[in-house]
């Protein structure tokens, strides 16, 4: 049996180099192959995003299309109805926020927030939302009276009671139009 030869000293700096250049390539490429990822997640992130802006800009014109009038038939005599959110902020008190809709009249204004799948995080949300501007009105002196809606593309039974028990309106898409349900007592007043 013949032993191997022992490499030389110079044969085992020229294995360590070649070794550590290909360590060197393998971690540049890695980090090549992870820059690219990111870069394709952030744009599949952005495009994502955007699709989930046009549903949303969906179901908020389905949902504005015709409810002012729905609202006059229930006997409210808004006449405007805000288009794509309205902003309010006041940092004299610490309020600010947005709203979907938001429809008017002299004595009664209805803040209306839609979302495509409506949850029951949204319409807590949206109460403390409602109360946040109820402030915001009190501090421009706004005597006016606010109701709430809710609405969705998709609303689940529980969900729409749940929102009805709080005392806001649900509007929901009922075949080509929407429907408003009301709430079974009375419309909560902020």
Request: net charge neutral; glycine share 8%.
């Amino acid at each position: 049996m013949s032993a191997e030869p022992v490499p030389t000293f110079e044969e085992m700096m020229a294995m360590f180099r070649e070794s550590r250049e290909q360590i060197i390539e393998l971690r540049l490429s890695q980090e090549k192959a992870e820059e690219r990822r990111k870069k394709e997640q952030k744009e599949w992130n952005k495009r994502f995003a955007e699709f989930g802006d046009r549903i949303g800009e969906l179901i908020e014109t389905m949902v504005r299309g015709g409810i002012v009038q729905i609202f006059q038939e229930l006997g409210y005599t808004f006449t405007q109805c805000s288009r794509r959110g309205m902003s309010f902020r006041e940092d004299a008190i610490g309020v600010h926020g947005e709203v979907d809709l938001f429809l008017e009249d002299g004595d009664y204004a209805l803040l209306v927030e839609v979302k495509t799948k409506l949850t029951i995080n949204d319409i807590k949300d949206h109460v403390r939302r409602v109360k946040k501007y109820r402030l915001y009105a009190d501090y421009r002196n706004d005597k006016r009276h606010f109701i709430a809606a809710v609405g969705g593309g998709v609303i689940d039974d529980n969900v729409r009671d749940f929102a009805l028990k709080r005392g806001l309106f649900v509007i929901m898409q009922s075949g080509k139009n929407i429907e408003v349900i009301q709430p079974k007592d009375k419309a909560r007043v902020w």
